[in-house]
């Protein structure tokens, strides 16, 4: 019993640490790179740990030859979704912003619990319960007035606050996605293992777009200042928390690891008024803290 204890509390210390960095680079470190190509950065931001990764963990390699079916399958999606698709979207959403609320950005992503049972639903045909219905519509309400208060929204594909708010939800159904295929990887796999893959998928998949859209020549556009900020991320909050978060996923409950998460909108929101001056309305406030609700309701049922 205290094994398990032991786990459980270094499960949610990790999980809350994950989130803390990802609160931290959210607001003050990605955004200073929207000189750039949102493609390119993505890639990069993945490039880097992963070649890192190859100098410490090359025996991972080996691993292919017991990989089934099932495992290439996972990882593409895991690469697909939360790799290339949902960093790309929440990367274009915090670039759009310019500086502005990027707090709100990221509580939004706190929607993809909402979209993870959903696709579980559709895919391990479990039954959706009113218990979901009542709590995820709750969460998207409060989601509206998070993002637009209580002024009525310019609903236009020129408004940037709109345009991010879309983004930022596409961010939250690949996450959301990609957390229902990351759990089965970790059914099979440690989190040391699905972390390299996963880096290493999601590398390929974006070199891959970048060719297809010809950003090489961004090469000579990143600037010295963009490098350091590439290799602070890819070594701290990218690959760094991703290791951390693993570490801490296969220890707790999907209730307490929410809950733990929470940790990320919340250093979103105080970090975004300490570097950036940004502070969200009472409205937003109040619907940020009835969505965060909402989200750990809808998680208090297997």
Known sequence: MQLGKNQIITGTIAISISAVMWGFDGVVLTPRLSNLNVIWVVFVLHAIPFLIMNLFLFRQYKNISIFIKQDYILFILVGLFGGALGTISIVKAL???????????????????????????????????KHFIL??????????????????PVISLDNNTFKAAMYAIIAAFSFGSSTVFSKKI??????????????????????????????????????????????????????????IYYYGLRRVKAIVATISELLFPVSAILFDYLFNDSILSPVQIFSAIVMVFSIIKLNSKP
């Open 95 to 129: 670039f759009l912003v310019n500086f502005h609320h990027l707090s709100v950005v990221v509580l939004l992503q706190k929607l993809q619990p909402i979209f993870a049972i959903l696709l579980a639903a559709i895919l391990l045909k479990e039954k959706i319960h």
């Open 135 to 152: 709590w995820a519509s709750l969460a998207i309400f409060a989601s509206y007035f998070l993002t637009f208060g209580i002024s009525k």
């Open 186 to 243: 970790l059914h099979n796999h440690n989190f040391v293992t699905a972390t390299f893959f996963r880096y290493g998928t999601t590398s390929l998949i974006l070199f891959a777009l970048v060719l297809f859209n010809g950003l090489m020549p961004q090469f000579d556009e990143t600037t010295d200042k963009n490098w350091l900020y590439f290799v602070i991320i890819g070594l701290t909050t990218g690959s760094g928390a991703i290791f």
